[in-house]
């Protein structure tokens, strides 16, 4: 539909979708760094040729398509209970995100 979006925005629409599923991402907030050589700072995706040859038409925008999209991974998806779970937590003194495994 042609919308562009930011990673901050697609982190935040992430974590808004998964927010009534997953509460311990109340608050949690994406961590930034400087540039890399070879990092693409802007991105719009061109399905012109999808289009063209396949007769593709996007029918969501991005938000739309995660909320629809995202029950159905959480439900095929989501490791049993007894499941170890990864839960992820901001390191302020360097503001990288890191990985903790609970029992």
């Given amino acids: 539909m042609g919308d562009r979006t930011t990673l901050n925005e697609l982190h935040e629409s992430i974590r808004v979708a998964l927010l009534t599923r997953f509460p311990r991402l109340n608050g949690f907030k994406s961590s930034c760094r400087d540039f890399r050589s070879g990092d693409g700072r802007h991105s719009l995706a061109d399905i012109g040729k999808a289009q063209s040859l396949l007769g593709y038409r996007s ?21 049993p209970a007894a499941a170890r779970t990864i839960s992820f937590t901001s390191c302020p003194q360097r503001d990288l995100i890191s990985r903790s495994h609970e029992a």
């Fill in 59 to 79: 029918t969501h925008r991005v938000e739309e398509g995660l909320v629809e999209g995202m029950a159905w991974y959480v439900r095929h998806l989501s490791p």
